[in-house]
């Protein structure tokens, strides 16, 4: 994973992030590229009411995958959805959440 303050929990993003790093265009287009080819990236954000699992970047709108009031079922939520398509799909959490 690009260090971006995120650690990988699930999924394979290796092959997404090179295309990031070997890319001559702007970051913003690489992610929306990216997203047209399938690519998702879901988060765990700390929220008001507990713990949130939504896509990022979200170029469909603001995404929310799962809501929980506890931080080890958000966690469990994020690696089984990204296990689902670890190829495309990747379950990260801010350093500060690990």
């Known amino acids: 994973m690009i260090n971006n303050g995120l650690v990988c929990l699930a999924g394979n993003p290796e092959k997404w992030d090179d295309e990031i790093e070997k890319a001559t265009s702007s970051f913003g287009a690489i992610q929306k590229d990216q997203w047209n080819r399938g690519r998702r ?10 713990w949130s699992v939504r ?13 929980t009031l506890y931080k080890d079922d958000a ?3 994020g ?8 190829e495309n799909r990747s379950f990260h959490v801010y350093r500060e959440h690990v």
Request: with cysteine; net charge negative; proline share 6%.
């Open 41 to 50: 990236l879901a988060i765990l954000y700390k929220v008001d009411r507990g």
């Open 55 to 67: 896509l990022n970047p979200c170029f469909d709108g603001d995404i929310v995958l799962y809501d």
């Open 75 to 77: 966690i469990t939520f």
């Open 79 to 86: 690696k089984e959805w990204a296990g689902k398509d670890p």
